[in-house]
């Protein structure tokens, strides 16, 4: 069964550093496209990032775009999420995703994702 587990989350200040951390298993990880996508207390799943198979191609949302850096390291079957200058917005529970073709074609969208992870929760203070 495929697992991605994310590791990396926890309580910050504002202005902080984190990178979390997306390590997938049971699954040919180069041949997927990695997404992390975020959910606030009240507030509908939001994507945040992705990053095609071959990491030719990185997209971003436009809350975090300047600030957060997608990566992944096909050796290792992770996938990771930096995020500078943490603003209280961003707290919400972060989940990493991987899919095929479908990702490719719409990448921001959640349905494109075949496989998720349980979450991991980010909580900056002001």
């Known amino acids: 069964q495929v697992q991605l587990v994310e590791s990396g989350g926890g309580l910050v200040q504002a202005g902080d550093s984190l990178r979390l951390s997306c390590a997938a298993s049971?699954?040919?990880?180069?041949?997927?496209?990695m997404g992390w996508f975020r959910q606030a207390p009240g507030k509908e799943r939001e994507f945040v990032a992705s990053i095609i198979w071959s990491g030719t191609n990185t997209y971003y949302a436009d809350s975090v775009k300047g600030r957060f850096i997608i990566s992944r390291d096909n050796a290792r079957s992770t996938a990771y999420l930096q995020m500078n200058s943490l603003k209280p917005e961003d707290t919400a529970i972060y989940y990493c995703?991987?899919?095929?073709?479908?990702?490719?074609?719409?990448?921001?969208?959640?349905?494109?994702?075949?496989?998720w992870g349980q979450g991991t929760q980010v909580t900056v203070s002001s």
């Open positions: 995703a991987a899919g095929l073709l479908g990702v490719e074609r719409a990448p921001t969208r959640s349905n494109s994702y075949n496989y």
């Open positions: 049971r699954i040919t990880f180069s041949s997927y496209s």
